[in-house]
């Protein structure tokens, strides 16, 4: 009933949130995107798509589309793949940065695991820098990484500021030391936060040293201080505290993938594409 062809392109529009973003990741033009999505929403009989000029948003039928359309790709992928015979096998051992996982990145996974069933696709959840380890020893294929701007290996997926963040009611006297919840050294964030205060002439302790996202959240939920994370990763019911304690600038983080050279590439490379150009903001 429904064209892959407009389902692809329809899905395009709904993850980027945008007809001009959707026809790059795809490779055609822009006109030929809104084309498919209005030929989509004409078999359908439902608006699928709000466009106005500041925004382009899913209606309530589109998010029941998207979910739709992902399901239908996918039995359709997979039925390609083993009628031709040339569907992928192996294993991938990919890992990722505990916060990332809090992105829509477990979707992501998912989705890859139904268009690729038969690769064993074996996940491990860390720090950025003991992920960073074990692919140089052999132990992943590919990890999905928080890393300072400068590091330009890899591939990298998308960028963002680090911020500090706190309760709503969060407070710290004037001239007191700034309390931390920080990732146990080495940590990026952990690091950013100690550079960026000594730069400012600006003194702290850490409150708690946290070894995972989760107990880093707890932390601050608890009040035992602030910590540090990418914009797009501040959770609902924390909020960024930079400007009401003039705290310093932070910089920029990206967020890469970095693989294994003597791994099977086409897995890698399966799993890369499914990653690049995805919103992986955290889910509504």
């Known amino acids: 009933m429904f064209d892959p062809v407009l389902l692809r392109s329809f899905l395009a529009v ?3 949130r945008s007809f001009t973003k959707a026809a790059a990741q795809l490779g055609v033009s822009q006109p030929t995107v809104s084309q498919h999505v209005r030929r989509l929403e004409e078999a359908a009989t439902r608006m699928l798509v709000a466009r106005d000029t500041r925004e382009v948003r899913l209606t309530d039928n589109g998010d029941a589309m998207a979910g739709f359309a992902r399901t239908i790709l996918a039995a359709h992928a997979e039925a390609s793949s083993y009628f031709s015979g040339s569907a992928m096998k192996g294993r991938l051992r990919f890992g990722t940065a505990d916060d990332l996982a809090i992105t829509q990145l477990p979707r992501i996974l998912r989705h890859f695991r139904q268009l690729h069933p038969q690769i064993n696709l074996e996940l491990t959840v860390d720090q950025s820098g003991p992920l960073h380890r074990k692919l140089k020893g052999g132990q992943l294929d590919l990890i999905f990484i928080k890393r300072n701007p400068g590091e330009t290996d890899g591939t990298v997926v998308s960028r963002d500021i680090l911020v500090w963040v706190g309760q709503e009611k969060t407070v710290i006297d004037e001239g007191a030391p700034v309390p931390l919840v920080a990732y146990q050294a080495p940590s990026i964030s952990r690091q950013a936060a100690i550079d960026a205060l000594e ?13 995972d996202v ?19 990763l501040i959770p609902d019911d924390l909020v960024k505290v930079t400007r009401r304690f003039a705290l310093p600038d932070l910089g920029e983080v990206t967020f890469s993938l970095l693989s294994n050279p003597v791994a099977a590439k086409e897995p890698i490379e399966a799993l890369t594409a499914a990653i690049i150009g995805r919103d992986l903001r955290r889910p509504a």
């Open 14 to 16: 709904a993850e980027t």
């Open 214 to 232: 989760n107990s880093t959240l707890a932390a601050v939920r608890a009040g035992l201080g602030i910590a540090v994370f990418p914009q797009s």
């Open 199 to 211: 730069a400012a002439g600006r003194t702290w302790r850490i409150t708690c040293n946290t070894r």
